[in-house]
């Protein structure tokens, strides 16, 4: 966060402040059912795109959790949260890339 | 300290840059955690990347073709059938449960880092102090269990697999149990390649974190952060550990749930 100087002791020693950990806890609670969620749908689906494209939305929801929540990304400023996030998408297109690409050396073997 | 670096003589305050701005809005280290993290992103994607290509070249479990599913190097498993084992539960089907308990004890740990950087901006040094014990813990939880998993997945079932290869221009049969990086019994040995390189990379990391903490527990327990006037190295080291267990959301879905 930006002002850090609230941090530094400008309150008396010895004094400490209530704890703010509601939202640590929500963002606890809502990881914890995405997973149970994700053990739910791993053994009553079959395998498939429907059960892939579940799991591969679940773990961009819980990544979006933790990274902004815990990583406390989403507070920062826009240009570093476009600095971290745009190096991520150009690795989603090299996994799309290479996935093919291992489909075409299936076919060719 | 000076609280109130504004004007004045020009004190060398850490969390300001050199020149007295601040890029984003973030401190130095905590602007470089983000992008060795990034730099980390790459090298941990370029493995479950190598993952995608590998398993993607190699025939898949087809119930019609291959009928009931049983360990075979002609097609790649299915993880759920190999991460089946629990401690204490010999013989026992239990399908990646044992994985589970795994990834809650890591996003436990990372509920408590996080329990500790809120401490930390309190001055609370006693719940900093807890908050980080039990992180630690949980770190050291999750890595006695990745030692168990990949004893079992070295060790292998007790029925082992039979293979079939040609030694010296002959068919030959020959049963192998468990894995390392040449033979596998559960199926290519490129599955257990990818396993012991990815879960492994990753154990390196919960292990370098593990150390991290205790630093940071050993130097807050001594008053260090309480006497510079503020706890920010909490947070730069909680980052890397959020880190570990976000790499480890990604490797649980795409190495052991698809």
């Known amino acids: 966060m930006a002002d850090h100087s609230s941090h530094h002791h400008d309150t008396e020693p010895g004094v400490i402040a209530e704890p703010q950990t509601k939202a640590i806890w929500r963002t606890f609670i809502i990881l914890s059912v995405l997973t149970a969620f994700e053990f739910l749908i791993a053994f009553t689906l079959h395998a498939g795109f429907l059960k892939t494209s579940i799991f591969v939305l679940m773990t961009i929801v819980k990544a979006f959790y933790i990274v902004g929540e815990f990583m406390h990304l989403k507070h920062e400023v826009k240009s570093l949260i476009w600095a971290i996030i745009l190096p991520c998408i150009f690795v989603v297109w090299l996994l799309l890339a290479l996935l093919m690409e291992g489909g075409f050396i299936f076919v060719a073997r | ?258």
């Open chain 2, 1 to 258: 300290m000076a609280a109130t670096a504004t004007t004045e003589a020009p004190v060398f305050d850490k969390k300001t840059w050199m020149g007295g701005v601040e890029p984003m809005k973030v401190s130095y280290g905590k602007l470089m955690m983000w992008f060795f993290l990034i730099s980390d992103t790459f090298t941990f994607s370029a493995l479950l990347v190598t993952y995608g290509l590998i398993r993607f070249s190699f025939q898949a479990y087809d119930p019609a073709i291959h009928g009931e599913f049983h360990f075979s190097n002609l097609y790649w498993p299915i993880p759920e059938k190999v991460y089946e084992a629990v401690p204490f539960l010999h013989g026992v089907e239990l399908p990646l449960v044992f994985v589970g308990i795994m990834t809650f004890i890591l996003i436990f740990s990372s509920v408590t880092m996080v329990l500790a950087v809120e401490a930390g901006h309190r001055m609370d040094k006693a719940a900093v102090e807890k908050y980080m014990l039990w992180t630690i813990l949980g770190g050291l939880t999750f890595l006695g269990s990745q030692a168990w998993e990949w004893t079992h997945f070295i060790h292998g079932t007790e029925e082992g697999s039979v293979i079939r290869e040609i030694v010296n221009g002959q068919w030959v049969e020959r049963t192998i149990f468990g894995a390392n990086l040449t033979e596998n019994q559960y199926g290519p040995p490129a599955f257990a390649d990818l396993f012991f390189f990815i879960t492994g990379f990753h154990g390196t990391h919960v292990l370098s974190g593990v150390v991290l903490n205790i630093l940071i527990f050993y130097r807050t327990s001594f008053g260090l952060y309480q006497r510079r006037g503020h706890y920010e190295m909490v947070e730069k080291v909680g980052l890397y550990w959020h880190f570990v267990d976000l790499v480890w959301v990604f490797v649980f879905t795409f190495f052991y749930l698809v």
